[in-house]
């Protein structure tokens, strides 16, 4: 095809279907696959090198636990990482994933989930996911569950066995955001049941989600897969609140 008639075929798409960047708003290339501006996308931060070795933070200062960890209060969750470290370009593209509907950004946030996995290779005995469930009635609200569509999504680049449908959230909890790590427990507590534990029973369990904060959410989660006989339970979410 003459290069003129590609320029005209690529300025009649940019005109169609005009994209920006999800982050600074820049005009993206009708091409270019990601949702977010050259500049944007070099900004994405993933999981520092340096991280609790239980449960992901990154810690900044040097160490090979976090405060919390170093405790060694038992868990039912095993261990903890995440792709990268909560950042604003990535809080834009998550809000837009979640929030804006942009259910299309399923596929990029998946992708890139799948190309950091190699990178833990502690989490390599984990190969059944299980999504963090939502509440029906927040899910029909949505539309659809972020943390489904991204363990599929790592199913589908052949990383994960998902496992759908094996936990189910029982109570609609209020938002975590405004409450203290002690609260959040409680807040959590018996939110989830496993209806399926024939699906987890003796597997080694990887909890699949967008955004880690503190982990009780994760954590009330794998204490119900344990309890539902899972072998061992980790978690891996997109995104880590540092
Ligand atoms: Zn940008
Ligand atoms: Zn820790």
Redesign the pocket.
């Known amino acids: 095809m003459k290069p003129e008639i590609i320029m005209a075929g690529k300025w009649l798409l940019n005109a169609l279907l005009p994209r920006t960047?999800a982050?600074?708003g820049?005009d993206l290339h009708c091409l270019e696959p990601a949702p977010?501006?050259p500049?944007?996308a070099a900004c994405l931060e993933p999981l520092p090198e340096l991280h609790c070795k239980a449960c992901g933070l990154p810690l900044y200062d040097g160490g090979g636990a976090c405060r919390d960890c170093r405790g060694g209060a038992p868990r039912s969750l095993a261990l903890a990482r995440s792709a990268f470290v909560f950042n604003p370009q990535l809080r834009s593209l998550v809000h837009a994933f979640k929030y804006r509907a942009r259910e299309d950004l399923a596929g990029f946030l998946a992708g890139e989930m799948a190309a950091a996995l190699p990178g833990f290779p502690e989490l390599a005995p984990y190969s059944f996911a299980v999504a963090v469930p939502l509440h029906p009635a927040k899910r029909r609200e949505r539309g659809f569950n972020q943390a489904e569509l991204l363990a599929a999504g790592l199913a589908a680049r052949g990383n994960l066995f998902h496992l759908e449908g094996a936990a189910a959230r029982t109570r609609n909890t209020p938002s975590q955001t405004t409450l203290s790590k002690g609260d959040r427990k409680a807040n959590m507590a018996g939110a989830f049941s496993v209806g399926k534990p024939e699906l987890v029973r003796g597997r080694n369990i990887l909890l699949v989600d967008d955004v880690a904060t503190t982990l009780a959410t994760l954590e009330e989660l794998a204490s119900e897969l344990k309890k539902a006989g899972a072998k061992s339970v980790a978690a891996y979410t997109l995104a880590r609140e540092p």
């Open positions: 960047c982050h600074c820049l977010l501006c500049g944007c």
